[in-house]
């Protein structure tokens, strides 16, 4: 029976030809490297193989005379290519964009145009071999040297050998090259990473794609409309978002700020000249941690060929992924027009990549603005150092590196996402703060698990995609479901959230939720053996033999043929007479007979001398040989069956489960988030905020929670009341280097971590919810964008302008003294009371203009209050002054800026500032004349028009008055 079935899947498999073989195990994923042809390549000599030569009968059956060739091609350096240059010649010309990455033997090389990019990119040296410059790199150093190209903007190929050294030496072309073809084609946005990546640049963010359609907008302000979709092949995540945008592409740049594209999909014509100047800055950036890659579309689809394309695409799909069902087109066709065009661009690029499943579940797709999310802008993420700093451009001294305390990679993601959209609705932000209240003070032995589960999973979010990609390894899914398991396990099933047994909803959400996956886990587990996953074996990882039956057929053929080789063992004992002869391996090569050379016995003409030493001689008979070739035959079906199956297993896993697996995932972020703020509200002695009806900002000794972290010193705390009973609008003046604009600062930072749900660094805060804090601070042109320091300035301002509502926080800091000290003053004094007057948002206005603030106080004496950073002033003997700084808000307007006194402190000669500190009491002189002349001649010429009888009686009133505004 056994040798029915065995001649029965023998016939099965070489009923094809040798090149269908070859087509499957291309098209398996699977493909072994192989050293044993040499290619014209000196440099390949890693291994030895030796090979046999051929039976007698394939030696019978050649022709006897030989074909013509071609005389060979010759290359730049004089001499012929050889076989492996011209494969190379011809994988460029069929893929002439990509740096190519070209498996030889145990190296990955570079030849030619490619090998100087490795030069300059990866620092290795490069060398002329033959007709190519020719830069290598070992095997297991791919994937290192592949994400330095890509984080340089390159698009790489990896081209591997797509057949075995068996597999070649049973064809037709066993003296041709090893057959390679390009197998993977990468960007950094396309390129996922394994789970156990050590790589901590993607902590927060991993590399994003994102398509822009641009359509003109003429009416009111805004002159353009733009649609654009942003996908993370890493995590899955899909955002879209369509706007209106003024000829600043102020939205447009705050978009781009909070996602940080690795990669751009654009029309290569057609966008208008605001647009190409932002995204040619951004992808020039030099503060850029990585570069951009841009690929420009050549032609954009109509709407009706965007929706034909996502039709299809989701029509196909959902036949493959039944879990998916029709719901999900009809979530993509309430996108708007230029939403659906750029998905499909989305759709089509990423099919190239083979990762188009990233935009299956359309659940994971969020609109980048919601009502229930606050909206920082770029200019207000720069100015408070939101997620980076602005001396090196890294995390560290940012908020979010103050925040940062998450156990998980998917943890640190989902903060990064929080902190830059604080809350705008206030029953999810007290959801938020009450699972953080319950998190410090209860002692529930349910949260001491939480934390426990949250240590040391893998990325499953990235796990996930893998899976999905169908580029998960065993060794990456053995680690995978056990963390799913471990954290089903680590709570009881109940019926309800209620019946989990806390306070918070959230967190009774949360772990109610976990448990549920606990089904499709053991599901999955059942079917593999964690074992044989763990050490790669496709072929013996299923528990169950008969689920995937053409793995069992190929397993029972080989076992067939070794039971052969027995019998052809048994054969040789009798024809060398030597009962206990046995197999000898030598090197790896199997089934080979060891005889002793001084024994002299006969060997058979139809064995084959392997090898020899000076006591030992080497065979293998003829029909050994020929059985070895057919298990190997067997043993490439084996391995590509086994490919199939795992493809097939995963394809399973994605289609049935892996929604309610994200799900999971994304409850064991938001646990990670809110224990992580819950740790640092404790390690920094921070306060719960309290949220009020009433239209009220007030700070009790807050501190600065970044200055607070770096300094060895304790921060000079500062209290502030803005609205209710007090003044809505502070005008804050004082010293240089007082401390004004870490302040203000101070303040606004507190309030954006009061509304993602953190504890403050304060004694106490209370506040109504905000909509938006909006900042103008800081001084620098834009020459990229064509525009001087002044016209940035005004710029913001108007945005700021624009946007600001009665329930926004303002922070302008000196605005104005880009230009002339007229002009700044007007402009300063004309925009604040635009804000009082007009908006009346919370303002904090930092100036060095003491008229602006006493004319703004006096003309809203409810609505203005002046404070200045308090100082101490010592005078020495030899006329110059020492000034300390206290930080500390008090009541009124500072009389002078200490400038002088400032540049004494940065190391300015004393004989500049001897003549600074002269030329500065002559202008105040000369001022103070000026405005007493000016104020007389104003009195004469207001005498007979508005003024009483009496001279001087006018004169004192008004000289109560401010001058600034007449």
Aim: charged share 25%; glycine share 4%; aromatic share 8%.
């Amino acid at each position: 029976m056994k040798q029915k079935l065995h001649e029965a899947f023998k016939k099965k498999l070489l009923q094809g030809d040798e090149s269908r073989s070859h087509k499957s195990l291309a098209s398996s994923g699977r493909f072994t490297t192989s050293s044993g042809l040499i290619e014209g390549d000196e440099d390949e000599d890693d291994s030895i193989e030796y090979i046999s030569p051929p039976p007698q009968q394939e030696i019978e059956q050649r022709p006897a005379k030989r074909r013509k060739h071609a005389p060979p091609k010759v290359g730049p350096s004089g001499q012929p290519y050889t076989p492996l240059e011209l494969q190379v010649l011809k994988l460029k010309k069929e893929n002439p964009g990509p740096i190519l990455m070209v498996e030889v033997g145990y190296k990955y090389k570079f030849f030619g145009e490619d090998a100087k990019v490795a030069r300059k990119e990866l620092g290795m040296v490069a060398f002329v071999d033959r007709n190519f410059l020719v830069a290598s790199i070992p095997t297991h150093r791919r994937d290192v040297h592949l994400k330095k190209l890509l984080s340089q903007g390159y698009r790489v190929g990896i081209v591997n050998q797509i057949e075995t050294a068996a597999l070649k030496k049973a064809s037709d072309n066993r003296n041709a090259p090893f057959e390679r073809r390009v197998t993977n084609l990468y960007t950094a946005a396309t390129y996922v990473d394994n789970i156990d990546s050590v790589d901590d640049s993607e902590r927060y963010m991993p590399p994003i794609l994102m398509c822009l359609i641009e359509e003109p907008n003429r009416s009111g302000q805004c002159d353009v409309n733009i649609g654009l979709i942003t996908v993370c092949p890493s995590t899955g995540d899909v955002v879209w978002d369509d706007i209106s945008d003024t000829p600043m592409r102020i939205e447009l740049e705050t978009r781009l700020a909070h996602m940080r594209p690795a990669e751009l999909l654009l029309p290569e014509s057609g966008l208008s000249e605001p647009t190409a100047k932002l995204l040619t800055y951004l992808t020039n950036s030099p503060t850029a941690d990585h570069k951009i890659r841009v690929e420009h579309l050549q032609h954009i689809f109509s709407s009706d060929r965007a929706f034909d394309l996502i039709s299809d695409f989701y029509t196909e799909q959902r036949e493959l992924h039944t879990s998916s069902s029709g719901a999900i087109l009809a979530k993509v066709v309430d996108f708007p027009k230029r939403v659906t065009i750029a998905l499909a661009h989305a759709i089509k690029y990423l099919s190239t990549f083979g990762i188009a499943s990233a935009l299956l579940e359309t659940t994971f797709f969020e609109r980048f603005t919601t009502r229930a999310q606050m909206l920082l802008t770029a200019n207000t993420l720069t100015n408070l150092e939101i997620y980076r700093n602005e001396t090196d451009y890294t995390i560290n001294g940012s908020l979010l590196w103050v925040l940062d305390n998450t156990k998980t990679r998917f943890g640190a993601r989902m903060l990064k996402h929080w902190v830059g959209r604080p809350l705008a609705d206030k029953r999810i932000l007290q959801e938020r703060i009450e699972a953080v209240e319950e998190i410090l003070e209860s002692s529930s032995e349910m949260l001491h698990t939480l934390r426990d589960t949250l240590k040391r999973l893998p990325d499953l979010a990235r796990g996930l995609c893998r899976i999905q990609y169908g580029q998960c390894t065993p060794q990456e899914l053995a680690t995978i479901f056990p963390a799913f398991r471990k954290v089903a396990n680590a709570f009881q099933l109940v019926e309800s959230p209620s019946e989990v047994g806390l306070k918070s909803v959230l967190l009774s959400n949360i772990i109610f939720s976990l448990p549920r996956i606990r089904e499709p886990v053991i599901e999955t587990l059942g079917a593999i053996s964690l074992k044989k996953a763990l050490e790669g074996e496709k072929e013996e990882m299923w528990t169950d033999p008969e689920r995937y039956p053409a793995i069992d057929d190929a397993k029972m053929a080989i076992q067939h043929v070794e039971a052969e080789l027995e019998e052809e063992l048994k054969k040789a004992r009798r024809q060398l007479r030597l009962p206990s002869l046995q197999w000898t391996s030598v090197a790896g090569d199997e089934y080979i007979i060891e005889v002793k050379r001084s024994d002299k016995r006969p060997i058979p003409d139809t064995w084959t001398l392997h090898s020899k030493t000076k006591y030992l001689e080497r065979y293998r008979p003829l029909e050994v040989i020929q059985k070895l070739e057919e298990r190997a035959r067997y043993q490439e079906t084996l391995q590509a069956e086994a490919c199939n199956a795992y493809r097939q297993f995963l394809a399973e896993i994605s289609s049935k489960h892996y929604t309610v697996l994200r799900a999971a995932v994304t409850h064991l972020a938001m646990a990670d988030c809110l224990i992580c703020f819950a740790h640092v509200a404790l390690r920094n002695n921070y306060v719960r905020p309290e949220f009020m009806n009433e239209d009220v900002l007030e700070i009790v000794d807050g501190r600065h929670p970044m200055i607070e972290e770096l300094r060895s010193d304790p921060f000079v705390p500062n209290s502030v009341k803005i609205g209710s009973e007090s003044p809505r609008n502070l005008i804050i003046t004082g010293p240089n280097m007082g401390g004004k604009s870490s302040c203000v600062r101070m303040v606004a930072l507190i309030a954006i971590m009061a509304q993602i749900g953190s504890y403050v660094p304060a004694a106490s805060l209370r506040m109504s919810l905000l909509d938006s804090v909006l900042t103008r601070m800081g001084a620098s042109d834009d020459l990229a964008k064509g525009r001087s320091t002044f016209m940035v300035e005004m710029s913001e301002t108007r945005d700021i302008l624009y946007t600001a509502t009665k329930k926004s926080l303002v922070i302008l800091d000196e605005l104005g003294r880009g230009t002339s000290t007229f002009d700044g003053m007007a402009i300063a004094d004309a925009v604040l009371h635009h804000l009082v007057e007009t908006t009346k948002c919370k303002t904090l206005f930092i100036t060095h203009y003491p008229l602006v603030a006493s004319s703004l106080e006096r003309r809203f004496p409810k609505d203005v209050e002046n404070l200045h950073m308090d100082y101490q002033v010592q005078h020495r003997i030899d006329g110059t002054r020492d000034v300390t700084f206290l930080y500390r808000l008090a009541a009124g307007i500072a009389p002078e800026s200490f400038g002088v006194e400032c540049g004494r402190l940065a190391g300015l000669p004393e004989s500049v500032l001897s003549l600074a500190t002269s030329q500065a009491s002559n202008m105040q002189a000369e001022v103070t004349k000026r405005m007493r002349l000016n104020r007389w001649d104003f009195l004469v010429y207001l005498q007979p028009r508005f003024l009483t009888p009496s001279l001087k009686d006018a004169q004192i009133r008004l000289s109560s008055k401010s001058l600034f505004v007449p």
